[in-house]
């Protein structure tokens, strides 16, 4: 099972400037994640913001019936400051993937808001399709961005935002449109997963967007995430919050 597939749905997970502001809170959400009503795994994220600086770790691994069979882990973190307008701008990341067959730590460092240093170990080798970090000016790392989409939010600026992704090699968008009213206090918002630079021509041709929906719950003013559903390669993953 490739990672860019649980990047995918950690994308929702989780990429213009973010529409709304992290408000100054912690947050630890964990979600068990499913397939054709199968546990693939879970994912968890620990965010700390005091409205000035943000430090977030997150973590996707495998588990249930699946994990017997396939091996994977994702897990990382990222620091930042939080901007006068409540975006956010990392200033250092660090990732460990590995999909059993590879395990690798991606570092990315920042000057601006702008990726200055990408590092890896075991050394990745280049690609002619890579994103230069250099143009990658504004996006935010996975982790950072995972928690600007699912981070709680005010009524009315939960949905209706873009998030520009970098990973180090790749760059992806995530787009969500307008909430919409589900009942009893609920709102849905439906967005895309789009691979945008750095991948293959063949990855491109396979396919370019993943659909994906997020439900909310409304807290006496504040957006709380439930749950949320992709399209992978392989099918539709649920995350369900605990």
């Known amino acids: 099972m490739r990672l860019g597939i649980w990047g995918g749905a950690l994308a929702v997970l989780g990429l213009v400037a973010l529409a709304n502001s992290v408000q100054a809170a912690s947050t630890d959400q964990r979600y068990d994640v499913y397939a054709s009503g199968i546990k693939l795994g879970s994912l968890a994220l620990k ?50 993937s590995d999909d059993g067959k590879t395990a690798r730590t991606t570092r990315i460092a920042y000057r601006g808001g702008t990726p200055v240093s990408v590092s890896t170990d075991p050394p990745r080798n280049p690609r002619a399709y890579d994103a230069k970090p250099g143009a990658q000016g504004g996006t935010l790392d996975p982790i950072s961005a995972v928690y600007a989409i699912l981070g709680d939010a005010p009524v009315g600026q939960a949905c209706g935002k873009t998030v520009e992704v970098f990973d180090g ?74």
């Not at 430090?55 to 901007?83: E, H, K, M, P, Y």
């Open 169 to 242: 090699n790749r760059r992806s968008r995530l787009a969500l449109g307008a909430r919409q009213a589900a009942g009893d206090g609920r709102f849905v918002c439906a967005g895309t997963y789009t691979r945008v630079a750095g991948y293959s021509e063949k990855l491109l041709r396979e396919k370019r967007t993943f659909p994906f929906q997020i439900q909310w719950l409304d807290r006496d003013g504040m957006m709380r995430v439930e749950r949320f559903s992709t399209d992978t390669t392989f099918g539709r993953v649920n995350a369900i919050r605990r």
């Open 47 to 96: 965010a700390d913001n005091n409205g000035s600086q943000y430090a977030v770790s997150g973590r996707v691994s495998g588990g249930g019936l699946v994990g017997i069979f396939v091996t994977f882990d994702f897990s990382g973190t990222s620091q930042g400051s939080v901007r006068t307008d409540g975006r956010l701008q990392p200033i250092a990341y660090q990732a460990r």
